[in-house]
């Protein structure tokens, strides 16, 4: 638990981080990071989530990742483009005792975000069985293999991208007309 907390802290840190940095607008850029969202139980629109991946989530909940972009200019990150319907990704999977059903979906992104040589994978929509105790990183860490940095912010996702980790680039063309 001490592991969790202290990347839930590090998250927190990391992302409060981002924002009290100088801003990037004036130079026409922002940050290409992994942003997480979630719904709770019966909801149908995404909420930016305000803490890390180390909460506890509810049986019938979706988590949502979007490789995505924002700036002051563009301050909103993009939700994952499947809405999170708990029905269609987890419908067909039966309730377990001591254990709860979480819908996951992990947008990597517009191909025209992607780091240079890297192209966005397909869009995961997956219902995932796990302990009742699990939280977000837990059930995050069964779909695909995540890399985070030191401060506990999260980097790569199923190899993606290779390398970088909430990095400062130049406002995307389609994006600055937003």
């Known amino acids: 638990m001490n592991k969790k907390f202290a990347i839930l802290a590090a ?41 890390g991946p180390t909460v506890n989530i509810s049986d019938g909940a979706v988590e949502g990742w979007a490789f995505t972009f924002s700036s002051d ?43 240079t040589g890297e192209k966005p994978l397909k869009t995961v929509k997956r219902c995932i069985v796990i302990d009742k105790k699990a939280q977000g990183i837990d059930v995050l860490g069964k779909v695909v293999r995540v890399r985070a940095d030191k401060s506990g912010l999260i980097c790569g996702l199923a190899g993606y991208p290779r390398k970088e980790c909430g990095v400062e680039i130049p406002t995307p063309t389609e994006l600055a007309s937003k």
């Open 73 to 115: 200019a563009v301050p909103d990150a993009s939700s994952p483009s499947v809405l999170p319907d708990f029905q269609t990704l987890c419908g067909k999977t039966r309730a377990v005792a001591g254990k709860k059903r979480i819908g996951i979906v992990i947008d990597f992104g517009a191909a025209y975000l992607s780091p």
């Open 11 to 51: 998250v927190a840190i990391s992302l409060s981080t981002l924002s009290t940095l100088p801003s990037a607008s004036a130079a026409g850029s922002g940050y290409r990071y992994w942003g997480y969202f979630q719904a709770a139980p019966k909801a149908t629109a995404w909420t930016a989530a305000m803490t």
